[in-house]
């Protein structure tokens, strides 16, 4: 099984602030006939369903504002917030869906207001 | 507008069994994969097992397989969990998610129905 974790497990920012999670695959999520990076990030606010944010490792899903980004290659992956939001606070996900037996999760990143 | 509406979460004994729904609506069902994806009280996700558009090709966690079963009926736009021997590990809130047409992440996700495993 691919293994992906996160860093840190929370992180306190400021508003207007960036915040800046990583996330490592224990290998390659990287698929080289499409060069595409199978990672997805997602947003969990408290008491609701996931939402997807970041496919592809940097594609933004539609409807999702522009101060979230996703970037890397490969086994590194971040997801940067800019601008920090209040309605940004959340728990992060990483998944990888390179291999899909079994897809798996990021621990979680948890994001709060400093 | 894409709905997944989860049903059929209850308390049950440890040892016991569970049918678990997935509603869905908005969408042309038989377009997509669709899986469900775990998450205990206070921890993470964790993906549980799914199925292909025509049903074909179920996959498993390793921690479910050969206790649950996920199947669909896309004459009626719905998905099934088949949850036997559960455990109180398997305490978790279950959520229905629908697999992209043109990748494998998961771009929509049901609101979740809480199952708990207790005597």
């Known amino acids: 099984d691919i293994v992906v974790t996160q860093s840190p497990d929370s992180l306190a920012v400021s508003l207007g602030e960036r915040a800046t999670i990583n996330c490592k695959s224990s290998q390659s999520v990287l698929y080289s006939s499409n060069n595409k990076n199978y990672l997805a990030w997602y947003q969990q606010k408290p008491g609701q369903p996931p939402k997807l944010l970041i496919y592809?490792?940097?594609t933004r899903e539609s409807g999702v504002p522009d101060r979230f980004s996703g970037s890397g290659s490969g086994t590194d992956f971040t997801l940067t917030i800019d601008n920090l939001q209040a309605e940004d606070v959340a728990v992060y996900y990483c998944?990888?869906?390179?291999?899909?037996?079994?897809?798996?999760f990021g621990q979680g990143t948890k994001v709060e207001i400093k | 507008e894409v709905q997944l509406v989860e049903s059929g979460g209850t308390v049950v004994r440890p040892g016991g069994s569970l049918r678990l729904s997935c509603a869905a609506s908005?969408?042309?069902?038989?377009?997509?994969?669709m899986n469900w994806v775990r998450q205990a009280p206070g921890k993470g996700l964790e993906w549980v097992a799914g199925i292909k558009w025509n049903g074909g090709s179920p996959g498993y966690a390793d921690s479910v397989r050969g206790r649950f079963t996920i199947s669909r009926d896309n004459a009626k736009n719905s998905l099934y969990l088949e949850m036997n021997s559960l455990r109180a590990e398997d305490t978790a809130l279950y959520y229905c998610?629908?697999?992209?047409?043109?990748?494998?992440?998961?771009?929509?996700w049901g609101q979740g129905t809480p199952v708990t495993v207790s005597s």
């Open positions: 592809w490792a940097s």
């Open positions: 908005g969408f042309t069902f038989d377009d997509h994969a």
């Open positions: 998610a629908r697999e992209s047409s043109s990748s494998f992440h998961f771009d929509y």
């Open positions: 998944q990888q869906y390179y291999d899909i037996l079994p897809f798996t």
